[in-house]
């Protein structure tokens, strides 16, 4: 059974930095990229970074450029997300999710259960 | 950039057939995929490159695309099926639609 447990949502006051990690199992994670979704409160879903399989090429949301690091450990089965000089409208629950490579676009088929970032003094 | 626009609700009767739309620019001819998002939950995938449905999705979700809309159908809507459901394409980055809340009366 996939699973994917996210942890390291916090409380952070505007300009800090927080890192986000998502536990996998079930699947083989090497040969997934995996992407981070989050949702402000009342909101959307809007995507903020992917990173493939094997690293070598990630991805960033332009709200978000230069700012967050996605990286993973594929001996741990973890994925991350560092994010700094973090802002107020960053606040959102941040969810990891298993893409499927699609030559057409990826999709997401399974998402962990979220952890909520809230950036305020 | 690419959008996506949804009905920001709709409602149906209990046993109802329910359809939601998505609307984009030759949407037709990208893979259009929905998520199911109930409260304080997080998103299920519900259908995939347009029509299909992941393992354990009923028989009663469907989706088409084609033209500039893609559409979700809910046949025989249980009340378990009120949710927010979002499309989503791939068009150069990840676009998701702004999501449709489904009431079912």
């Known amino acids: 059974e996939v699973q994917l447990l996210d942890s390291g949502g916090n409380l952070v006051q505007p300009g800090g930095s927080l890192r986000l990690s998502c536990a996998a199992s079930g699947f083989t994670f090497s040969n997934y990229p995996m992407s981070w979704v989050r949702q402000a409160p009342g909101k959307g879903l809007e995507w903020v970074s992917a990173?493939?399989?094997?690293?070598?090429?990630?991805y960033y949301a332009d709200s978000v450029k230069g700012r967050f690091t996605i990286s993973r450990d594929n001996s741990k089965n973890t994925l991350y997300l560092e994010m700094n000089n973090l802002r107020a409208e960053d606040t959102a629950v941040y969810y990891c999710?298993?893409?499927?490579?699609?030559?057409?676009?990826?999709?997401?088929?399974?998402w962990g259960q979220g952890t909520l970032v809230t950036v305020s003094s | 950039s690419y959008e996506l626009t949804q009905p920001l609700s709709v409602s149906v009767a209990l046993g109802q057939t329910a359809r939601i739309t998505c609307g984009g620019n030759n949407i037709g001819s990208k893979n259009v995929h929905w998520y199911q998002q109930k409260p304080g939950q997080a998103p299920v995938l519900v259908i995939y490159?347009?029509?299909n449905r992941p393992s354990g999705i009923p028989e009663r979700f469907s989706g088409s695309n084609s033209g500039n809309t893609a559409t979700l159908t809910i046949s025989r809507a249980q009340a378990g099926d009120e949710a927010d459901y979002y499309c989503?394409?791939?068009?150069?980055?990840?676009?998701f639609g702004g999501g449709t809340k489904l009431t079912v009366l």
């Open positions: 990173i493939s399989g094997s690293a070598d090429r990630t």
């Open positions: 989503q394409v791939w068009d150069k980055t990840w676009v």
């Open positions: 490159r347009d029509s």
């Open positions: 999710a298993k893409e499927v490579p699609d030559s057409r676009g990826n999709y997401l088929d399974y």
